[in-house]
C-alpha cells in the first residue's frame, strides 16, 4: 500500500513539474519575440501619435484629454490603444478594445469604435545592418460607437511606414489613408502624413518631436488641413537581465498643438503606459 502510495504521488509530481517546464517554455518562447526583434531591426520607442514601423509584443494604455475652442473637454479612456503579439518574424497582430468617451457635460459619454491592425516588416537592419526598418500596416476599424462616439460605418487604413536611427538620433515617417466602407459622401476620406525625431538623451530618458499632419477630401472637413505638432517624453526601464536594446516598461506623455487654422480640437494631452513582454 505505502509503494503504490509512492508511486502515485512521485507520478503526479512528475507530471506537475512536467506541466510546470512546459509551461515555463512556452512562456519564455512566447517573451522571447522582442528579444530576437532586436537583432532583426532598429532600437526605437514608439511615437506616442504615429505608427510605429517595428514589429512589437506589447499592452498599451494611454488616456488622453481633447479642448475644443470653446474649452470643452472629452476624456478619451483607452485613446485607441491596446495591445499586439508577433507572428513568426515578419508579422504584427493588433487589437485596440473600443474606447471609452467622457464629454464631461457638453455630450452623451458612451463608448466608441474597436479595432484591428496588421503589420508586415518588408524590409530592416539592427545597428550593424543599417539601422532602418520599412513596414506596411492595415487597420480596420469596425462602427461599434454608441451615441455617435464612433465612425458612421467602419474603414481601412493602409499605411506605408518607415525608420532610420543613427547615434542617439532617429528618423519615423508614416503616410496613410482612411477609408470607410460606406457613407462616403457625408464621410469623407483622409490622408495623414506623420514624421517623428527621436533622441535617445539618457539611458533612460527618450524624448521627441513629431507633426500630424491630415488632408481632407469630401465630407463636412472637404479641402482642409489639419496639422499638430507633438512633443513627449518617455521614460524607459529595462531588465537588468535583458541583453536586448528593447525595453520593458515605459511611462510616457506629451501634447499635441495644433499648428493650423483649422482644428478639430486643440492641446490634446495623452499619458501612457507601456509593458513589452
Known amino acids: 500500500m505505502r509503494k503504490d502510495f509512492c508511486f502515485i504521488l512521485g507520478t503526479i509530481t512528475l507530471l506537475g513539474c512536467g506541466a510546470t517546464a512546459a509551461a515555463q517554455g512556452h512562456s519564455e ?12 531591426q532598429p532600437a526605437l520607442i514608439s511615437p506616442l501619435v504615429a505608427p510605429d514601423p517595428r514589429l512589437l509584443q506589447y499592452a498599451r494604455f494611454s488616456v488622453s484629454h481633447e ?4 474649452g470643452a473637454e472629452t476624456v478619451n479612456w ?10 513568426r518574424k515578419r508579422f504584427e497582430l493588433d487589437w485596440a478594445p473600443p474606447v471609452y468617451l ?3 457635460g457638453h455630450g452623451a459619454d458612451g463608448w466608441g469604435d474597436t479595432s484591428l491592425l ?3 516588416r518588408i524590409a530592416s537592419g539592427n545597428a550593424e545592418a543599417g539601422n532602418f526598418e520599412v513596414t506596411a500596416i492595415v487597420s480596420r476599424t469596425l462602427a461599434t460607437g454608441s451615441h ?3 465612425g458612421v460605418t467602419g474603414s481601412y487604413t493602409p499605411v506605408l511606414a518607415a525608420g532610420y536611427a543613427r547615434g542617439h538620433f532617429d528618423v519615423i515617417g508614416s503616410v496613410g489613408g482612411t477609408l ?9 476620406r483622409s490622408v495623414a502624413w506623420n514624421t517623428t525625431v527621436q533622441m535617445h538623451a539618457t539611458r533612460h530618458i527618450w524624448m521627441e518631436m513629431e507633426n500630424n499632419a491630415t488632408f481632407y477630401k469630401g465630407g463636412s472637413h472637404d479641402g482642409a488641413v489639419q496639422n499638430f505638432a507633438t512633443p513627449a517624453v518617455f521614460y524607459v526601464v529595462r531588465k537588468k537581465e535583458w541583453k536586448a536594446l528593447h525595453p520593458w516598461f515605459i511611462v510616457d506623455g506629451g501634447m499635441q498643438v495644433a499648428t493650423s487654422s483649422f482644428h478639430t480640437y486643440n492641446h490634446n ?9
Do not use: D, W
Not at 518562447?29 to 532583426?40: G, W
Not at 479642448?67 to 470653446?70: D, K, L, Y
Not at 483607452?78 to 507572428?87: A, D, L, S, W
Not at 470607410?180 to 469623407?188: K, L, S, W
Open 118 to 120: 496588421a503589420k508586415y
Open 67 to 70: 479642448f475644443t475652442s470653446s
Open 148 to 150: 455617435s462616439n464612433g
Open 78 to 87: 483607452g485613446n485607441c490603444r491596446g495591445g499586439g503579439v508577433i507572428v
Open 29 to 40: 518562447r512566447f517573451r522571447a519575440h522582442n528579444a530576437e526583434m532586436s537583432t532583426l
Open 180 to 188: 470607410p466602407t460606406g457613407e462616403n459622401v457625408r464621410q469623407g
Open 102 to 104: 467622457q464629454h464631461n
Open 269 to 277: 494631452i495623452v499619458t501612457e503606459l507601456r509593458m513589452l513582454f
